[in-house]
Nanobody
Framework: QVQLVESGGGLVQPGGSLRLSCAASGSIFRFYNVGWYRQAPGKQRVLVAG???????NYADSVKGRFTISRDNTKSTVYLQMNSLQPEDTAVYYC????????????WGQGTQVTVSS
């Protein structure tokens, strides 16, 4: 079992920055691939950034160059640094962790709200 807790969301003006954190407990974090997803009202939940157990990253085109995902296995935490935020980034952001060789072992956090508005 893995428990995930997101934090760092809030209200920010356009052009501002936020850093989201996903803290994991209950298992050995280094064996999990992790992704940040977001869901805006009336839209599907989509992957915005992912990082593998080996440190390989991938990003949605909409956030490439503005967002950076990273992980600190000593702290069992994954981060999402979000710069140059725009109103289109407004959504609930969720952390997801998947065991590297078992698709059945997938876990979600509760989500954190990010609102970009002037």
């Amino acid at each position: 079992q893995v428990q995930l807790v997101e934090s760092g969301g809030g209200l920010v003006q356009p052009g501002g920055s936020l850093r989201l954190s996903c803290a994991a407990s209950g298992s050995i974090f280094r064996f999990y691939n992790v992704g940040w997803y977001r869901q805006a009202p009336g839209k599907q939940r989509v992957l915005v950034a992912g990082i593998t157990i080996g440190g390989t990253t991938n990003y949605a085109d909409s956030v490439k160059g503005r967002f950076t995902i990273s992980r600190d296995n000593t702290k069992s935490t994954v981060y999402l640094q979000m710069n140059s935020l725009q109103p289109e980034d407004t959504a609930v952001y969720y952390c997801n962790a998947n065991y590297w060789q078992s698709s059945a072992q997938s876990y979600w956090g509760q989500g954190t709200q990010v609102t970009v508005s002037s």
